[in-house]
């Protein structure tokens, strides 16, 4: 995991994430700062706009895997599917799809 806040040595106010968003999104780091492309780093983009479905870079790191594994996009729409209609207003998830 990497964790961000190790970078800054004057902290003016700690943002409260719950530990397991914290872990979610330093595994998200790490793997992107490596350029994983797995299954493994598939699972995790999940994971983690489950926590966050708003962030861009998730959803642009998902693309990234998606077509470095070759993927067949049909469940990758049922996901999107899904997660609109939860998120109708979501313009990661429309720009994703």
Known sequence: PVN???NFEHE???IAYSEDFKD???????ISEKDEYSERALELTEE???????NYSVW???RRILKKLGK???AEYDYTQKMLRRHIKNFQIWHHR
């Open 48 to 54: 983690c706009i489950k926590r966050n479905h708003a």
């Open 60 to 62: 642009e790191y998902r």
């Open 12 to 14: 003016v106010v700690r």
């Open 24 to 30: 979610c999104f330093d595994y998200f780091r790490a």
């Open 72 to 74: 067949k996009l049909d």
């Open 4 to 6: 961000p806040e190790d």
